[in-house]
């Protein structure tokens, strides 16, 4: 699996939860110094076969009103009329605005939250279950980053043992042991969101991160070629790097191409210009891809989040919402207008324009990687829903 080439991308979400510290001027040793494990990677049991039976292991799931953070509801943009057609994006405040029998249902898995620095021999691979603060960072990611699928009849979100931060900074086989122990419990969790979700409902994979990384594993092991395909109405492994050449063609969808095209891949991965991606790059280029040949410097996948087409440009009138997060991160305020999308023909990164300021959380080079939902969060939240009616259309 690829490890090194999201160095970049692990540290943002490190930068996002401690804007205070300065890793701009940390060496890349000195990273992987203080956040890869030391130890040997340590085999951990599966969990009980019932334990996703256990609404805690849920963060986000239905029956838990508006206590559940997928459910987030963000304020409207206070400087400016909202237009009807925008009024009509509102996201459903608790799951019983859907009608029974209506609607999709969300698997969401929640990008990497265990921020604590490897201090020890015994340091873990894999985070700990029930850790305060790891909980506390992925409810914040699901507010943000899970919310613009509000409208979903169901949203279902696991906590599972992620890979440590540091095993995206190494290229030891412990790393590769530690994402196997998280994709187990997504698994297992996912094989409990199956068995419970309506029957009659289509579904939608989403992800940011380790979670998208957790999504197309899922694609590629529990859905294509099984009855279940037939069902995934869309998939939304978003801020993961997915070769055009090297891994595309394994996950078994195309990559969206139109705006009203339903079972299909969106994802993309923003930079503010002017953009230096070459931590990025330097490593997707140098690792396999998902069909085990090395990636090169051929293009990513890009869907303009704006126009919801392969590639192609849009400007920052065309973006319904950016959610502008609160200096504490804990809520936000949809803001129309501000941020354009472009997606470079060479390298299929997306490129967002100017620097917008939306808190701490930028990596040097302006990789936007933790603002990648929110930064279209009501165009996302468009998105959906009309690739939900297209898919329920075609079936």
């Not at 890349?28 to 039976?53: C, H, I, M, W």
Request: aromatic content about 10%; hydrophobic content about 45%.
């Amino acid at each position: 699996m690829a490890r090194k080439f999201l160095y970049a991308v692990a540290l943002v979400i490190f930068l996002f939860i401690a804007g205070a510290i300065a890793l701009n001027i940390w060496s890349k040793e000195a990273t992987e110094l203080a956040f890869v494990p030391r130890g040997e990677f340590v085999s951990q049991p599966a969990l009980d076969s019932n334990a996703y039976a256990d609404p805690a292991m849920w963060y986000s799931r239905p029956g838990m009103g508006a206590a559940d953070p997928a459910r987030y509801v963000p304020q409207e943009d206070s400087s400016a009329e909202t237009p009807a057609a925008e009024q009509a994006l509102a996201p459903s405040p608790t799951p019983s605005a859907t009608p029974a029998g209506s609607g999709y249902a969300v698997f969401f898995v929640h990008p990497t939250s265990y921020l604590q620095p490897a201090i020890g021999a015994d340091a873990p691979w894999n985070a700990p279950l029930g850790d305060k603060d790891a909980e506390a960072r992925a409810h914040l990611f699901l507010r943000g980053m899970a919310s613009p699928f509000s409208g979903a009849a169901e949203i279902w979100a696991p906590k599972y043992r992620q890979a440590v931060f540091g095993a995206f900074l190494t290229d030891k086989p412990e790393a590769n042991q530690a994402l196997d122990l998280a994709y187990r419990d997504v698994s297992q969790a996912f094989d409990f969101f199956v068995a419970t979700a309506r029957k009659d409902e289509p579904i939608v994979l989403a992800g940011h991160s380790q979670g998208a990384l957790m999504v197309l594993r899922l694609l590629r092991e529990k859905v294509i070629g099984t009855p279940l395909e037939k069902r995934v109405a869309m998939v939304y492994p978003i801020g993961w790097p997915i070769s055009v050449a090297h891994d595309l063609p394994a996950l078994g969808l195309p990559a969206c191409a139109t705006p009203d095209q339903a079972g299909c891949i969106a994802t993309w991965s923003s930079f503010a210009e002017p953009a230096d991606p070459s931590q990025l790059l330097e490593r997707f280029t140098a690792t396999p891809g998902f069909d085990g040949q090395p990636r090169g410097d051929g293009p990513i996948v890009c869907t303009n989040p704006i126009t919801g087409t392969l590639n192609g440009t849009a400007p920052a009138e065309d973006n319904l919402g950016t959610l502008k997060p609160a200096s504490d991160f804990s809520s936000g305020e949809l803001i129309t207008g501000v941020v354009p999308a472009r997606c470079d023909p060479t390298t299929g990164l997306l490129m967002i324009g100017d620097p917008p300021d939306l808190g701490p959380g930028v990596l040097p080079g302006n990789n936007y990687h933790v603002y990648d939902i929110p930064l279209f969060w009501a165009n996302l939240k468009a998105d959906v829903t009309r690739r939900l009616a297209a898919w329920t259309k075609a079936h």
